[in-house]
């Protein structure tokens, strides 16, 4: 469990420490908070308050928002760690990605094709 660490240094965040399905994910400067405390699930999951990282609507297309769940075993909450450092979510065939490349703490996440660019490279908690 710990700090889930991306593009810019900046840490992946459930905005406000909401536990409300549909919570968006975001960037957001790195402070150790609840909101970025992530636990990598032996399912494949990413997990902070209780909650699931999840492609919004299970949604495959470029650009689709990232947000939080009620963890229920669907392809959406998967995400698996390449070699590159990305995180792929297999259902959809793309990855986490920091939209636009932003440096701007607030900036929701999304997935987009893989592309092993920095903006698609995160360093998950030990």
């Known amino acids: 469990t710990g700090q889930v660490v991306g593009y810019g240094g900046l840490c992946l965040d459930d905005r406000s420490a909401s536990t409300a399905n549909f919570n968006p994910v975001q960037v957001y ?3 150790g908070t609840a909101a970025q405390q992530w636990t990598v699930g032996s399912d494949g999951t990413l997990r902070v ?3 699931c990282l999840d492609v919004n609507g299970g949604g495959t297309a470029d ?3 990232v947000d939080l769940y009620d963890c ?12 590159n450092g990305s995180l792929l979510n297999p259902q959809s065939g793309r990855c986490l990605d920091d939209t636009n490349w932003s440096t701007t703490p607030g900036t929701q996440s999304q997935i987009w094709a893989c592309s092993g660019n920095a903006n698609q490279q995160w360093t998950l908690p030990s």
């Open 29 to 31: 400067t790195c402070n």
């Open 49 to 51: 308050l209780g909650k």
């Open 63 to 65: 650009g689709t928002a």
């Open 72 to 83: 229920n075993g669907t392809g959406a909450q998967v995400w698996q760690p390449q070699s």
